[in-house]
């Protein structure tokens, strides 16, 4: 079965930019999760979907973080505008729903703001 | 919301050694606790989990056990390898939902 996939898989920018990233979850999984990874520290739940609903949105900053998940399938998560401190791996991970709770993560995508 | 706490952060051992890495949660309503192997510019990937109606769990050389007394649980390997070596996260969560990852333990194995 095909894993999480996202894209791009690496973004520059500058400060005060914009930048999305894409996630298409492992097919049937209905959970989606977008994490924020800084180098040396474990990943953080930015926000989690079921379907095309927010779960959890507690830890997004959400003056500048946006997410939607319009279809209940591919995800984009949206930074603007971008500031230094959100330099980090932006993670993608999917689950189904029920009593099988493993979370298969995607590659990631590398953002250094600048 | 929960808050997991991971130690050591740093951790190195002789091949063949074990190593244990310990980590406490702060919400008493978690009941899902998975660890995971994150190698050097990869994703984290699942080696082992428990839910909190058991007190011990084991996969050939990987091993948790939870004490939901007091709110920590614990990974063991047996029979360190050098390929064993690696970034360990362990997580905490309410049926899967807002999982909430400690810090991380980078494991050395020396050959």
């Known amino acids: 079965e095909a894993g999480v996939a996202q894209s791009p898989r690496y973004k520059i920018i500058e400060k005060r930019q914009s930048v999305a990233f894409w996630c298409n979850p492992i097919?049937?999984?209905?959970?989606l999760y977008w994490y924020q990874q800084i180098l040396g520290q474990g990943p953080k739940l930015l926000i989690q979907f079921q379907n095309n609903g927010v779960v959890d949105d507690s830890q997004l900053p959400k003056d500048r973080f946006s997410a939607e998940r319009l279809k209940g399938v591919d995800s984009t998560l949206k930074i603007q505008p971008a500031k230094l401190e959100d330099s980090a791996v932006y993670l993608c991970a999917s689950s189904l729903v029920g009593t099988v709770y493993e979370q298969y993560f995607g590659p990631g995508t590398r953002l250094t703001v600048t | 919301g929960e808050n997991v706490e991971q130690h050591p952060s740093t951790l190195s051992v002789q091949e063949g050694d074990s190593a244990v890495i310990k980590c406490t949660y702060s919400d008493s309503a978690s009941n899902y606790f998975p660890w995971y192997k994150q190698e050097l510019g990869k994703r984290p990937q699942l080696i082992i989990d428990i839910r909190s109606n058991v007190g011990e769990k084991k996969d050939q050389r990987i091993a948790v056990t939870l004490n939901k007394t007091a709110k920590h649980f614990s990974l063991h390997i047996t029979e360190t390898q050098p390929e064993d070596s690696a970034v360990y996260f362990c997580?905490?969560?309410?049926?899967?939902?807002?999982?909430?990852f400690g810090a991380g333990t980078r494991l050395t194995v020396k050959p």
């Open positions: 997580a905490a969560s309410y049926n899967n939902n807002d999982m909430r």
């Open positions: 097919s049937g999984h209905a959970t």
